[in-house]
Each structure stands twice: as C-alpha cells, then as structure tokens.
C-alpha cells in the first residue's frame, strides 16, 4: 500500500512536507511525515474515495515539479 491511497493521509496540514512527498498519518506521532508514495505495510490502512487519490496524486506532481524547478 501507499500512504497517498489511504484515507487517513493528510497532505494539507503541512504543505511544506507534503511538497516534498511526505504526508501526515492520524496514527503515526505528530513530528513524523512517512513517504507519500513509498510501498509499505501499514495496519492501520483503509482504502481512501478513488477521487481523493487521484486529485492527491496530480497534486502532488504538480508540486513536486515546482519544487525541483526552483531548486535548478
């Protein structure tokens, strides 16, 4: 699984972080922001709304993008 296909992903409460790729996970501590996009194994994943992930996914692109623009 992908924390981007989880319901409990929150890419807005630190837009920063979520530029980067990282999400927020109401189960994981506070200061941690576990990669977007990476496969991993999580006991707490529940299928997020088909729409929200894919609005999550081109947002996150279009992010990434402009960030690796203002870094060149």
């Not at 409990?8 to 977007?36: I, Q, W």
Request: proline share 3%; charged share 25%; aromatic share 8%.
């Amino acid at each position: 699984m992908r924390c981007l296909d989880c319901a409990h992903c929150d890419l807005r409460s630190n837009p920063e972080m979520a530029k980067r790729g990282f999400a927020k996970c109401k189960f994981v501590e506070s200061a941690t922001y576990p990669s977007a996009t990476a496969q991993r194994e999580c006991s707490h994943f529940q299928t997020a709304a088909q729409e929200a992930v894919t609005k999550r996914a081109a947002w996150l692109q279009a992010q990434q993008e402009l960030f690796r623009q203002q870094i060149i």
